[in-house]
């Protein structure tokens, strides 16, 4: 399969990834910089790091959907929007955060990052508990089916047997 370049393929490049982008935002932090430098930088630093687990989730969804399942790509559409618009909503922490005077540029901007993780990690969770909702909704409505299948071929079956049963009486 041909892959965009940059893009995270395993678990591996993604944490590489995360770590050259923070490692690009630490780079900034030695310069010194003023701090809406600080902040613009790590606005761009969390933008960056929340497309690339959504880039690394995308694929992984891709790469490992059985060929089997390939007509249910429209669904999976879907319900890949909607883990997008989870993951990258934006986080409300910075926008909510006490500056405190006293506070040092690098210790707000630890502080924020720790924010954002917690921001994203809560994100993620949420995604997980969506879809497992969602996978529970689907596997519930296909076991109404299969069941309801099920009761009319019981019934079926019971039907047939019972005129075999009268035929075979004749």
Not at 9 to 25: E, G, K, T
């Amino acid at each position: 399969m041909c892959f965009a370049k940059g893009v995270p393929h395993d678990a591996d490049s993604l944490r590489a990834q995360m770590v050259n982008h923070v490692n690009q935002f630490c780079d900034l932090l030695e310069k010194k910089p003023e701090e809406a430098q600080v902040e613009a930088a790590q606005g761009e630093m969390e933008e960056a790091l929340s497309e690339d687990i959504v880039e690394y989730l995308e694929d992984h969804i891709q790469e490992n959907l059985p060929e089997s399942q390939q007509e249910s790509r429209a669904l999976l559409l879907e319900a890949r929007q909607e883990v997008r618009r989870r993951i990258q909503r934006p986080s409300v922490s910075a926008s909510l955060e006490v500056q405190n005077p006293e506070e040092s540029i690098w210790a707000r901007a630890w502080r924020r990052f720790l924010g954002f993780l917690q921001s994203l990690q809560q994100r993620c969770w949420d995604v997980l508990t969506w879809l497992r909702e969602k996978a529970a909704a689907i596997l519930a409505a296909i076991c109404r089916v299969v069941e309801a299948v099920w009761g009319s071929l019981s019934g079926i079956s019971f039907s047939v047997g019972q005129l075999f049963g009268n035929l075979i009486q004749v």
